[in-house]
T-cell receptor, first 111, second 114 residues
Framework: SQQGEEDPQALSIQEGENATMNCSYK?????LQWYRQNSGRGLVHLIL?????REKHSGRLRVTLDTSKKSSSLLITASRAADTASYFC???????????FGGGTRVLVKP | DTGVSQNPRHKITKRGQNVTFRCDPI?????LYWYRQTLGQGPEFLTY????????KSRLLSDRFSAERPKGSFSTLEIQRTEQGDSAMYLC????????????FGEGSWLTVV
């Protein structure tokens, strides 16, 4: 079963625009992570946010976490064509434990 | 390249045949995970090891699937009597001991059962 569910399932934007995607989950977590996957490739880790954190930044990425609503968001600012990929949230119930993934958001950035 | 190596990258096999995938984790990573991913879906957990001990198995891991990590380094995932429903990408990932929660994935092994 999948713990996280991303919204929207697909997103199409112009280069330079911001892309926002959301993730909801069901149970209490230790951490939430976002991964990117290019077509046919493995997953690349983007950012990790712990349950006691509310916001983290990494370059053009901004992640928020609201544990009261059991939700997270990933914002990609000033998108580039190279950001075209699927983005997955994954939750960990304990440090070092397995991750449970959502179904992903497929992002298309048009040049 | 995360340093997690998977072989083969692609495998086409006839239904009923056995296949084996190998994963070499990042050196000294003591936890190793296997996931399965079908087109358009997120990865689904199969099993994980801490060193050579298999600590958890998903219900997705039917009796036709077996995973091993005999010396606590590389791992193999074998699928016996393959079925068309086994067609998927099999992802391996590893995690170092006691240094956070970031799990590093390999490029995956694609299986097509015809």
């Amino acid at each position: 079963s999948q713990q996280g569910e991303e919204d929207p399932q697909a997103l199409s934007i112009q280069e330079g625009e911001n892309a926002t995607m959301n993730c909801s989950y069901k149970t209490s977590i230790n951490n939430l992570q976002w991964y990117r996957q290019n077509s046919g490739r493995g997953l690349v880790h983007l950012i990790l946010i712990r349950s006691n954190e509310r916001e983290k930044h990494s370059g053009r990425l901004r992640v928020t976490l609201d544990t009261s609503k059991k939700s997270s968001s990933l914002l990609i600012t000033a998108s580039r064509a190279a950001d075209t990929a699927s983005y997955f949230c994954a939750t960990g119930l304990a440090a070092g434990n397995k991750l449970t993934f959502g179904g992903g958001t497929r992002v298309l950035v048009k040049p | 390249d995360t340093g997690v190596s998977q072989n083969p990258r692609h495998k086409i096999t006839k239904r009923g045949q056995n296949v084996t995938f190998r994963c070499d984790p990042i050196s000294e990573h003591n936890r190793l995970y296997w996931y399965r991913q079908t087109l358009g879906q997120g990865p689904e957990f199969l099993t994980y090891f801490q060193n050579e001990a298999q600590l958890e198995k998903s219900r997705l891991l039917s009796d036709r699937f077996s995973a091993e990590r005999p010396k606590g380094s590389f791992s193999t995932l074998e699928i016996q009597r393959t079925e068309q429903g086994d067609s998927a990408m099999y992802l391996c990932a590893s995690l170092p001991a006691g240094s956070g929660n970031t799990i590093y994935f390999g490029e995956g092994s694609w299986l097509t059962v015809v």
